[in-house]
């Protein structure tokens, strides 16, 4: 079995957890309970939650109330503020990230993918089955999902509708092996209206476990009152992960709504800090 195949199985058992959590918050349910839900024993389970998130299931359930997403919120808050007082573009911190961004031409954008040739392929990644798409410009499209795959198949299809498009599930698998294993940098290629890759140049300025608000992002390209149009153009990306769209929350501290479901954003969220924290040990 594939490292990522093994990992993405058991994400299926997190993102079930953290659902059972959201529903029974209130009741402060005790691991046993969770246990039973997934359907493991008790110590299995807590050795593969902690595992995976890098905090206990009860640690965790603590660290999901609405008075630690704003202190995480509150000290994470003046990432894409302090860019704005030095005067830094969003691509000034580019070259720290994981990614080069390019965005199509305006004529390659007319042409909606006309001989363009688009790789694409099914596998894993540690958030469940992925579908991942790539050009010879880089990557176009990076998208989970559950069971059929139709409908994100169609919505890439839609988005590059006279691309020649070619199915490799190998080679896919070694793309998201590359991102999620080798983290290696990428580059992406994507399309969009100027205000929508504005907003998703923006978000790159996150880092690794920071979190900001649309708000924040609104202010940060320059439309501050854009806060619900920043919103769309953040649920619009089509390439997950890779730009970070799972970063941004409401202002109150709530998750805010996710392509992929807010539990995988719950989990996106507490594996990277999980991640951050390895790497600084």
């Excluded at 691509?91 to 040739?117: I, Q």
């Excluded at 540690?126 to 994100?152: H, Q, V």
């Excluded at 198949?153 to 070619?166: C, D, S």
Aim: glycine letters at 6%; proline letters at 2%; a positive charge.
């Amino acid at each position: 079995m594939n490292k990522l195949e093994n990992k993405s199985r058991y994400y299926n058992d997190i993102k079930k957890a953290i659902e059972y959590f959201d529903e029974n918050y209130s009741y402060q349910p005790k691991l046993d309970d969770v246990a039973l839900y997934v359907g493991m024993s008790k110590h299995h389970f807590s050795r593969i939650f902690k595992e995976y998130v890098g905090v206990t299931p009860m640690q965790f359930l603590q660290a999901t109330t609405l008075a630690h997403a704003k202190k995480k919120l509150s000290s994470s808050k003046s990432i894409l503020d302090t860019s704005l007082d030095l005067g830094l573009s969003s691509s000034s911190r580019l070259h720290e990230l994981f990614v080069n961004f390019a965005g199509v031409t305006p004529n390659e954008y007319k042409k909606m993918g006309e001989k363009l040739d688009i790789t694409y392929g099914f596998g894993f990644s540690p958030f469940g089955k992925t579908m991942i798409a790539s050009t010879k410009k880089g990557i176009c499209s990076l998208e989970f999902y559950e069971n059929s795959y139709d409908e994100i198949f169609k919505r890439v299809k839609k988005t590059w509708n006279k691309a020649e498009f070619i199915h490799n599930d190998k080679k896919a698998q070694e793309l998201l092996d590359r991102i999620f294993i080798n983290k290696e940098k990428m580059n992406l290629f994507v399309k969009g209206t100027n205000f929508q890759i504005n907003v998703w140049r923006a978000i790159l300025n996150l880092k690794s476990a920071e979190i900001s608000t649309y708000s924040d992002v609104a202010q940060f390209i320059g439309k501050p009152k854009a806060v619900r149009a920043v919103a769309t153009a953040i649920g619009s990306n089509q390439i997950g992960f890779l730009i970070p769209c799972h970063r941004v929350i409401s202002k109150s501290a709530a998750m805010g709504g996710y392509r992929w479901g807010i539990d995988r954003k719950r989990v996106l969220l507490s594996y990277e800090e999980n991640e951050k924290s390895k790497d600084s040990n």
